[in-house]
């Protein structure tokens, strides 16, 4: 490791510690963001899922979000009570509920698509060309690396 990454970096370059860093800086940059729109960013997210496509089961919302199923209830209820989401039934299979946009969420559409752009742009600026790809294939490669 070069000495300027050394100076840097904690716990001797500790993946998990230093990513865990970044992550929460990069949390509170979204955080100053979209106070203004009474969302957590994990429901920022949540909502774009739903503007890729309307209608999906909770079970397939965590999984694009990256969280597990069976704690991902609280974030549904909370976008329900802020008239974001609809909680409807499956019209094959009634067991099940589908999870839609309500018309206040899709008439911010545009508004909170724009605030996602923004803010992954000033994240982008702060690297020198050509290092944020690279930096954007890191993160797809730790998505799916398995070390078994």
Request: aromatic fraction near 8%; charge should be positive.
């Amino acid at each position: 490791m070069n000495e300027k990454l050394a100076h840097t970096l904690r716990f001797g370059g500790s993946v998990w510690c230093n990513m865990d860093i970044a992550l929460r800086n990069i949390e509170q940059e979204f955080l100053r963001e979209i106070r203004q729109y009474d969302l957590t960013v994990i429901e920022l997210y949540i909502v774009r899922a739903l503007f890729e496509r309307d209608g999906q089961y909770a079970s397939e919302l965590a999984h694009a979000v990256g969280r597990a199923a069976t704690s991902f209830t609280p974030n549904l209820d909370k976008l329900q009570r802020k008239n974001m989401i609809e909680r409807k039934a499956d019209t094959r299979d009634r067991r099940a509920v589908r999870i839609h946009l309500t018309e206040s969420a899709l008439a911010r559409r545009d508004e909170l698509l724009g605030l996602a752009q923004r803010i992954d742009s000033r994240i982008a600026s702060v690297f020198a060309k050509g290092e944020f790809e690279t930096f954007l294939k890191v993160l797809s490669t730790l998505q799916v690396i398995n070390l078994d």
